[in-house]
C-alpha cells in the first residue's frame, strides 16, 4: 500500500477467517503507519467486524499474519495480561459517615 513513506507500524496481510459455510475474511492487506488514520467502511457483512477482532485477538486468523513494528506478532485473548503489581483494585471503598 502506498503510504507517507514511513515504515509500517501496524500491518495485516493475507488475513483469512472462515466460519462454518462462510469466508468471512478473504485474504485482506492492511497497513498502518506513524500518523495515518484509517476508517473500514462497507456493506453489512463485508467483514469489518471480523477483521477488527482478528486485529484485537478476539478470533485467530486461519491464513495471515500480523505484524506490529515489523515483528510478527499472535494475540491470544482480548483481555490484558494483567500483573499483580498493576491490576485494577477491585475492593470497594466504604466511608463511614458519623
Known amino acids: ?20 459455510g462462510v ?7 492492511l497497513d498502518v503507519r506513524p500518523g495515518e488514520v484509517h476508517c473500514l467502511l462497507g456493506q453489512n457483512g463485508a467483514g ?3 477483521l477488527i477482532k482478528v486485529l484485537a485477538g478476539v478470533h485467530t486468523p486461519d491464513e ?3 505484524t506490529w513494528q515489523g515483528e510478527a506478532v ?3 485473548h ?6 499483580s503489581a ?3 483494585s477491585t475492593r470497594s471503598s466504604t466511608s463511614s459517615r458519623g
Do not use: H, Y
Open 78 to 83: 482480548p483481555r490484558p495480561r494483567w500483573t
Open 23 to 29: 469466508v468471512a475474511l478473504g485474504g485482506v492487506d
Open 48 to 50: 469489518k467486524s471480523t
Open 86 to 88: 498493576s491490576r485494577p
Open 64 to 66: 495471515g499474519t500480523i
Open 1 to 20: 500500500m502506498e503510504g507517507n513513506g514511513a515504515s509500517t507500524l501496524l500491518g495485516m496481510a493475507d488475513i483469512v477467517k472462515r466460519f462454518p
Open 74 to 76: 499472535r494475540f491470544a
